[in-house]
Nanobody, 122 residues
Framework: QVQVVESGGGLVQPGGSLRLSCAASGTIFSIYRMGWYRQAPGKQRELVATISWSGGSTNYADSVKGRFIISKDNAKVTGYLQMNSLKPEDTAVYYC???????????????WGQGTQVTVSS
């Protein structure tokens, strides 16, 4: 069994910063990719950023390029999303997603966290 748990959300003023964490635990044989998604009220869930677990290559939504940084700590099996220069339109529930294989002979699958609220408001 695998658990993916986000933390670090909260209320921040426009222009401020927050760092989200995503910890994966349980029966993990390998991780291929970790990503952050967000969903604002009345909108579809959208991709924010992804990082490959082995090579560390990253991908960002245009709306967050230059402001957000995705990173990882392999030893801690934890991913991070550093969010800078936050705007009110960044307000959403942020979800962590991890593509994980639990056994050497099984296919990988996506695991989702429960989400963490980020509110940007003065």
């Amino acid at each position: 069994q695998v658990q993916v748990v986000e933390s670090g959300g909260g209320l921040v003023q426009p222009g401020g910063s927050l760092r989200l964490s995503c910890a994966a635990s349980g029966t993990i044989f390998s991780i291929y990719r970790m990503g952050w998604y967000r969903q604002a009220p009345g909108k579809q869930r959208e991709l924010v950023a992804t990082i490959s677990w082995s090579g560390g290559s990253t991908n960002y939504a245009d709306s967050v390029k230059g402001r957000f940084i995705i990173s990882k700590d392999n030893a801690k099996v934890t991913g991070y999303l550093q969010m800078n220069s936050l705007k009110p339109e960044d307000t959403a529930v942020y979800y962590c997603n991890a593509d994980i294989r639990t056994r050497w002979n099984s296919a990988s699958r996506d695991y989702w966290g429960q989400g963490t609220q980020v509110t940007v408001s003065s």
